[in-house]
C-alpha cells in the first residue's frame, strides 16, 4: 500500500509543476469548500500557464544554452568542471531510495505546523523539496552519519519555511497576489541581503539617485525602454560575444543568422513570459479569496499562505530583464573570480531569472541596484560554493549510482544554496572529516546572515506598507 502511494507520488512529481499545483489547489478548494467551479477554474487556469510559461523558458534555455556553450568554448580556458544544472542534480536526488518517502513525510507535517501555528505557509511547491532531500544526502556522504543529515535536512526546511512567512507581506502590494508566499529555498534565503543592500545603495551618492525600474526605463527612454527593445539589445550583446566571429559555427551569415534568432526570441520571452505569468496569478485570485474567507470565519486574525515555486512572479519585466541580462554576466564573473574552476552551463541559461528575485523585488524593482546585487554577490557566492560543493556532489553522484559523462561536474543551483555550505561544514567538523578553515568560512557566512536578517528583521512589512501608499 505504502509503496502504491509513493509510486503515484513519484509520478506527480515527475508531471512537474504543470500538473502537481493544479491538483493542490483542486485538493485545498476541496478542503477550504471554495465552490467547484471556482476551484476547477482556477486550476485549469494555472495548469494552462504554467504549461506557458514552462514552454518560454525551455524555448529560450535552448537558444541561451547554446550562446553559453560557445562563449565557455571561447572564453571559459582552464574552467574546468561543466555546471550541469539543476535538472541534473535534481535527478540524481530523486534516485535515491528514500527521496519521495522524505518529501511526502515534509509535505505532511508542513500541514500539521499551519494547523498548530508554527508556521503561516503550506508549500504546495512539491518538486522543490528535492533541496532538503540533496542537503540530507550531501551531509550523509560526507560525514556518513544520517543523523546529521537528517537533522541539516529538516533545520534548511524549517528555516525555508520561515523566511517564506518573513517575506510573505511584500507578495501581495508588490505582485497582486493575496495569500501568497514563495518557500522556494534557491531564491527566498537571499532576500534578507537584498534588503540590507538597499539600504546601503541609499546611503552612497550618485548610486542612490539611480532609478532603472521598467516604468522609469519606457518615461526617460521611450522605445528604448520597452521590454521588447530590452531582450532584443541583450540578445544582440549575449548573441554577438558567442558567435560572430567564431568559425565553428559556420559562416559570418551563419553566425549573423544565430544572433539574430537569439535577438528576437528574447524579445519574444520579455513580451509573452509576462502574459503566462498573468494566467496563473488569474487562477490563483479567486481560490485566495475563498481560502481567506474560510479562514477568517473560523480562525478570526490568523495569517495563511499558500506556498508557491518563485516561477508564479517571475513574469514582472525586472525579473526578465535581470534574468537576461544575468546570463552573459554570469560569464564574466566566472572568469574574474579567483579560484573559480567551474564553467557556467546549464544554470547560466535556465537559473538566472528564479535566482535573482530578491535581488531586484526588495528595492521597488530598481533594475540596477538588482543588478549590482546580483553581480557583486549572489553570483560569485553562487560560484564560490559551487567549487566547495563539487566533493559531496560527487559523492551522492556515486552513492546513488548515476553516471555522469565528466570526471567532476556541479551546479551553480546547488552552490547557491549557502546554507547547504554551511550545515555541511558544521556536520563535517563534528564528525572530525571537515577542516577549521571551511567551518571559519561557514561560521563567517552566518553570522553574516544573521546580523544582516536582524537589521532588516522588520522591513518586509514596512516595504509591504509603503508599496501600498503609492498605489
Not at 172 to 192: F, K
Not at 276 to 292: H, Q
Request: glycine residues 8%.
Amino acid at each position: 500500500m505504502v509503496e502504491s502511494l509513493l509510486g503515484i507520488f513519484e509520478w506527480l512529481l515527475n508531471m512537474g509543476a504543470v500538473v502537481v499545483v493544479p491538483i493542490a489547489i483542486i485538493i485545498l478548494g476541496l478542503i477550504f469548500r471554495a465552490p467547484l467551479r471556482t476551484t476547477l477554474l482556477c486550476a485549469l487556469r494555472m495548469a494552462v500557464g504554467f504549461t506557458a510559461l514552462l514552454a518560454l523558458i525551455n524555448v529560450v534555455v535552448g537558444l541561451i544554452g547554446e550562446a553559453g556553450e560557445i562563449m565557455g568554448m571561447r572564453y571559459g580556458v582552464g574552467l574546468s568542471i561543466p555546471d550541469v544544472g539543476w535538472p541534473v542534480f535534481s535527478g540524481i536526488t530523486f534516485a535515491a531510495p528514500f527521496a519521495m518517502g522524505a518529501i511526502a513525510l515534509f509535505i505532511l507535517v508542513n500541514a500539521l505546523l499551519v494547523i498548530i501555528g508554527f508556521t503561516k505557509t503550506l508549500n504546495v511547491d512539491f518538486f522543490n523539496h528535492w533541496i532538503f532531500v540533496f542537503t540530507i544526502l550531501a551531509v550523509y556522504v560526507t560525514t556518513e552519519s544520517w543523523v546529521l543529515g537528517i537533522i541539516s535536512g529538516i533545520l534548511f526546511w524549517l528555516l525555508t519555511l520561515k523566511l517564506a512567512d518573513w517575506t510573505a507581506p511584500m507578495i501581495e502590494p508588490y505582485y497582486g497576489m493575496p495569500n501568497i508566499s514563495i518557500p522556494h529555498a534557491h531564491s527566498v534565503q537571499y532576500a534578507p541581503f537584498g534588503f540590507f543592500m538597499d539600504r546601503v545603495w541609499d546611503r552612497i551618492p550618485g548610486i542612490r539617485d539611480i532609478e532603472l525600474d521598467p516604468s522609469t526605463l519606457r518615461e526617460r527612454y521611450g522605445l528604448l525602454g520597452e521590454p521588447i527593445i530590452i531582450g532584443f539589445a541583450v540578445g544582440l550583446l549575449f548573441g554577438g560575444l558567442a558567435f560572430l566571429g567564431y568559425g565553428e559555427v559556420g559562416t559570418f551569415g551563419d553566425q549573423a543568422a544565430k544572433t539574430i534568432t537569439l535577438s528576437l526570441s528574447l524579445g519574444f520571452f520579455m513580451v509573452l513570459l509576462p502574459r503566462a505569468a498573468e494566467l496563473i496569478v488569474m487562477g490563483l485570485a479567486p481560490l485566495s479569496e475563498s481560502i481567506r474567507e474560510f479562514i477568517m470565519k473560523r480562525m478570526p486574525g490568523r495569517e495563511f499562505y499558500v506556498g508557491l515555486d518563485v516561477a508564479v512572479v517571475v513574469g514582472k519585466t525586472e525579473h526578465i530583464a535581470l534574468g537576461v541580462l544575468l546570463a552573459p554576466i554570469v560569464y564574466l564573473v566566472s572568469l574574474l573570480l579567483p579560484g573559480n574552476n567551474v564553467l557556467p552551463l546549464a544554470d547560466a541559461a535556465a537559473y538566472m531569472i528564479f535566482f535573482s528575485v530578491f535581488a531586484v523585488n526588495t528595492n521597488r524593482g530598481n533594475l540596477f541596484r538588482g543588478l549590482l546585487n546580483a553581480t557583486l554577490i549572489w553570483l560569485p557566492l553562487a560560484l564560490i560554493l559551487s567549487n566547495v560543493i563539487v566533493p559531496a556532489s560527487m559523492a551522492i553522484v556515486d552513492y546513488v549510482g548515476f553516471e555522469v559523462a565528466a570526471a567532476q561536474v556541479t551546479s551553480i543551483t546547488v552552490g547557491s544554496n549557502f546554507f547547504i555550505f554551511i550545515f555541511l561544514a558544521i556536520a563535517s567538523f563534528i564528525k572530525g572529516v571537515g577542516s577549521s578553515t571551511m567551518l571559519f568560512w561557514a561560521l563567517l557566512l552566518l553570522a553574516v546572515w544573521i546580523i544582516v536578517f536582524y537589521v532588516v528583521r522588520k522591513r518586509p512589512r514596512e516595504y509591504a506598507d509603503e508599496l501600498r501608499r503609492q498605489e
